[in-house]
């Protein structure tokens, strides 16, 4: 005969949670809802070239600005490539506008050619070391006297400087005719007999210039 325990016993066994290893399987909490994120907003970019600027740069045979040489690189670049072609060291860079050139003969034959002179930053202080540059170039003691040589190595100098594009300056000119007046003057004292026809015309003293806008 069915007892109530008989038909109560097989609806808790139902109910009852399945145990594993003695203990009861913990229940996992439901997961959470992840949400989208919200998209952030692009960054501005910097503002670009304008048509103005695009134009210049794309026009045929005009270089870029970072391309182009300061005057001051220009002037490095002309001492150096002359430096370079004449074989020529640079013994000291001298602060004051004034040079020297000469040679040193060795005994296996060999000829070392040097020069001190001013950095090539200005017009004025380029022209002073392209003349250092120039004694070399048309060789000691080709031209006689003295203050002739000086003429050609200021010529030299000039025309070096205009090869190359670079500015000759109203103080440029100056210093070229105060030069070589100094070297008349220094010959005459020194009992010149006859002047040489490249130098009649600085047998005075030179007027000084006006001063140029922005120096040098």
């Not at 097989?10 to 009861?24: F, I, N």
């Not at 439901?30 to 919200?38: E, K, L, Y």
């Not at 002309?78 to 004449?86: I, N």
């Not at 060999?110 to 540059?133: C, G, K, M, Q, Y």
Request: glycine share 6%.
């Amino acid at each position: 005969m069915l007892t109530l325990w008989d038909l109560i016993s097989p609806v808790l066994k139902l109910l009852r949670p399945k145990a594993q290893g003695g203990r009861s399987k913990p229940v996992r909490p439901a997961s959470r809802v992840q949400r989208p994120r919200a998209k952030r907003r692009p960054r501005p970019l910097a503002p670009g070239p304008g048509l103005f600027e695009l134009a210049q740069a794309s026009k045929p045979g005009r270089p870029a600005r970072s391309a182009r040489l300061t005057a001051r690189e220009r002037y490095a670049r002309v001492a150096q490539d002359l430096l370079r072609e004449h074989g020529i060291k640079v013994r000291r860079w001298r602060k004051n506008m004034s040079g020297v050139a000469w040679t040193v003969k060795y005994n296996d034959g060999s000829v070392a050619r040097f020069i001190e002179a001013p950095r090539p930053v200005t017009p004025l202080s380029t022209s002073i070391l392209l003349h250092e540059i120039g004694h070399h170039a048309i060789g000691f003691d080709r031209y006689k006297p003295r203050c002739l040589e000086e003429y050609h190595a200021w010529r030299w100098s000039l025309e070096a400087m205009e090869r190359h594009g670079l500015a000759i300056t109203d103080r440029v000119r100056h210093r070229v005719s105060l030069s070589l007046w100094y070297a008349v003057d220094k010959a005459r004292r020194r009992g010149i007999k006859e002047l040489p026809a490249e130098l009649l015309a600085y047998q005075t003293r030179p007027a000084k210039p006006k001063r140029e806008r922005g120096g040098e």
